[in-house]
């Protein structure tokens, strides 16, 4: 048996973050060469993943990131099966790390980030199914999601539940962060009202008729009450139209327009952990 050092099992727990037995037990199984060590750890973590591939991952870490000139930014959910986990600091290490991949790499698809390098070693995917037999919980990237503008800002709520992303025409790092934290509290449906769907409009002018002659207004009525309760829809659902929440007097839109006349929304994300 080969002999395994201290300092051996000590450099593979840091190259991988696996426990101090796991990693001895992989280089007795390597007979001490560490690239060996790596990928019994993987065959680990594949062997785990399997087994827990039917398990709901309904926690986890929602994380927000900007690239150096805030002109992109980027949102990823990194899920796992207990609170416990999602709080632990290696773990939510370990979905900072990822994000930073995600940043520097600017990936087009989930499938794109799952297959960038997240080290000198492993894909983010093969890093995935490693700690997945590290930690033995499912791991999985449930959202990523990008904004491109000329000012990007992001909220991270606490407790790494919700990350929102705000898109700006201009450069203004305070009203975008004050943006980002309302779309976080009040949960936007779209940007603007021309980007809700014709279903949801649908939806709203009949669940407003259904109201409306619930209370026995006339039939003639119906569609002019439903109208006014689908403008009310729009000032509850739509970003640029929201009440700010730092001043009830004005609309964000309106708000924006009191720091610069041009000022302007370009796009929104709001992710919040779900499995």
């Given at each position: 048996?080969?002999?395994v050092t201290?300092?051996?099992?000590?450099?593979?727990?840091?190259?991988?973050g696996?426990?101090?037995m796991?990693c001895?037990?992989a280089?007795v199984?390597?007979e001490?060469?560490l690239?060996m060590?790596i990928d019994v750890?993987?065959?680990?973590?594949?062997?785990?993943?399997a087994?827990?591939a039917?398990r709901?991952?309904?926690?986890?870490?929602?994380?927000?990131?900007c690239?150096?000139?805030n002109?992109?930014g980027?949102i990823i959910?990194?899920?796992?099966?207990?609170d416990?986990v999602?709080?632990?600091?290696?773990?939510?290490a370990i979905?900072?790390d990822i994000?930073k991949?995600?940043?520097?790499?600017?990936?087009a698809?989930?499938?794109?980030?799952l297959?960038?390098p997240?080290d000198?070693v492993m894909?983010?995917?093969?890093?995935?199914i490693?700690?997945?037999?590290?930690?033995?919980e499912?791991l999985e990237?449930?959202f990523?999601?990008?904004?491109?503008?000329p000012f990007?800002a992001?909220?991270?709520?606490a407790g790494?539940k919700?990350?929102?992303?705000?898109g700006?025409n201009h450069?203004?790092?305070?009203a975008g962060r004050n943006i980002a934290?309302?779309a976080?509290a009040?949960s936007?449906?779209?940007l603007?009202?021309?980007e809700?769907?014709?279903?949801?409009?649908?939806?709203?002018l009949?669940?407003?008729?259904?109201?409306?002659?619930?209370?026995?207004?006339p039939?003639e009525m119906?569609?002019?009450?439903?109208?006014?309760?689908?403008?009310?829809?729009?000032?509850?659902?739509?970003?640029?139209?929201q009440e700010?929440?730092k001043d009830s007097?004005m609309?964000?839109?309106?708000?924006l327009k009191s720091?610069?006349?041009d000022?302007g929304?370009?796009?929104f994300?709001r992710?919040a952990?779900q499995?």
């Amino acid at each position: 048996m080969a002999n395994v050092t201290a300092a051996d099992v000590n450099k593979l727990r840091k190259m991988t973050g696996a426990g101090m037995m796991d990693c001895k037990k992989a280089l007795v199984e390597a007979e001490g060469d560490l690239e060996m060590a790596i990928d019994v750890l993987r065959k680990q973590g594949q062997k785990v993943a399997a087994k827990r591939a039917d398990r709901q991952a309904g926690e986890g870490a929602v994380l927000a990131a900007c690239n150096a000139d805030n002109t992109r930014g980027t949102i990823i959910s990194l899920n796992c099966e207990t609170d416990f986990v999602a709080k632990n600091d290696s773990f939510v290490a370990i979905a900072s790390d990822i994000l930073k991949v995600a940043v520097d790499h600017s990936p087009a698809s989930h499938a794109d980030l799952l297959a960038l390098p997240f080290d000198a070693v492993m894909s983010v995917n093969e890093k995935l199914i490693e700690q997945t037999g590290v930690i033995g919980e499912k791991l999985e990237i449930s959202f990523f999601e990008m904004v491109e503008a000329p000012f990007v800002a992001f909220y991270i709520h606490a407790g790494n539940k919700l990350a929102t992303l705000i898109g700006l025409n201009h450069t203004a790092e305070e009203a975008g962060r004050n943006i980002a934290m309302q779309a976080a509290a009040m949960s936007p449906l779209a940007l603007k009202r021309d980007e809700v769907s014709q279903e949801a409009i649908d939806r709203e002018l009949e669940v407003g008729k259904d109201l409306a002659r619930q209370e026995g207004k006339p039939e003639e009525m119906l569609e002019r009450i439903a109208q006014g309760r689908l403008n009310k829809f729009f000032k509850e659902s739509t970003l640029e139209e929201q009440e700010y929440i730092k001043d009830s007097k004005m609309s964000v839109g309106q708000y924006l327009k009191s720091v610069n006349k041009d000022l302007g929304l370009t796009a929104f994300k709001r992710v919040a952990l779900q499995s």
